[in-house]
């Protein structure tokens, strides 16, 4: 999966969040000083070429929709991360956060109550 931009994740923060959109309603979402026309075709555009939009034809304009989902664009975009930067190993992230004072003893706990719940139990644990 390709990476994005600052300014393309910015822009599909609007389609995950509103839906399909023209790239008229697409400049009326943004604040004052609104974005040119253009400017945003051609992102939307290069979003749609990397994969993460599409769009269906009205007469001579497109309405454009994600085909990724911000939840799965979410954990590629972690994985990609823990594979570059934490050897592909998610301890050494959680690591991280403790030397980095980021992660308290008491969300460590949490954390395994919630893999402990999370694991398949044992045939002769079942309910």
Known sequence: ???LTPKEEEIMQFFWKEGALFVKDLVEKYPDPKPHFNTLSTY???????GFLSHESFGTTYRYFTVISNEEYNNRTLKNIIA?????SY???VNTFIKNEK????????LLDEVEKAAPKPPNEAD
């Not at 992660?103 to 949490?110: H, L, Q, T």
């Open 1 to 3: 999966m390709k990476e």
């Open 44 to 50: 939307v555009r290069a979003l749609e070429e990397k």
């Open 84 to 88: 570059k930067h934490f050897n592909n």
């Open 91 to 93: 301890l050494n992230v």
């Open 103 to 110: 992660i308290s003893v008491d969300e460590i706990r949490k």
